[in-house]
């Protein structure tokens, strides 16, 4: 996105975002930064931070404070709109997603996920891994035939309850 070109808060994936994320966007893009720069300026997984843009994640107070210095934004609008009375909407849109990134996530669980679940179970027993208590990192790995894409779901394993 060029420095000038102004986020569009009524287009997926902006539409029903607080509109406060269109700033965040725009700021973003005029300062030139990743979300990687950003994460490292509040001390944050950049993979949090873009999810805090995409209205996913809720900030602590501090949060707020050093985003706002980050992107020479006012505090009290950041705070406004993402502060402690907001709640984050997490989820993946409409199924099955139209992004052609989502719908290859979407697509590896389609064709993965009950060869993923045996081995988890094999492994651990029982239950589920947690994507409330995970990290998500996304790396790069050079190749000679392609740079590939190396996604990690760090999460906690949850062993179902016996009643």
């Avoid at 060029?2 to 269109?22: D, F, H, M």
């Avoid at 099955?96 to 719908?103: A, H, K, W």
């Amino acid at each position: 996105m060029g420095v000038w070109q102004r986020v569009n808060p009524n287009a997926e994936p902006y539409s029903g975002l607080p509109s406060i994320c269109a700033q965040l966007f725009e700021a973003k893009a005029r300062k030139g930064l990743t979300f990687g720069d950003i994460g490292k300026a509040l001390n944050r997984d950049e993979v949090w931070v873009a999810a805090v843009f995409y209205g996913q994640a809720k900030m602590e107070p501090q949060d707020i404070v050093n985003l706002a210095q980050t992107l020479d934004i006012q505090q009290d609008a950041i705070s406004a709109e993402l502060g402690p009375h907001w709640w984050p909407r997490r989820g993946l849109g409409p199924m099955p997603p139209e992004d052609p990134v989502l719908y290859r996530l979407f697509e590896g669980v389609l064709v993965y996920g009950t060869a993923i679940k045996a081995v988890i179970h094999e492994k651990f027993g029982d239950g589920i891994q947690s994507m409330i208590d995970c990290k998500v990192t996304v790396d790069k790995k050079e190749d000679p035939k392609g740079d590939r894409v190396l996604l990690t779901f760090d999460g906690k394993f949850l062993k179902y309850a016996q009643w």
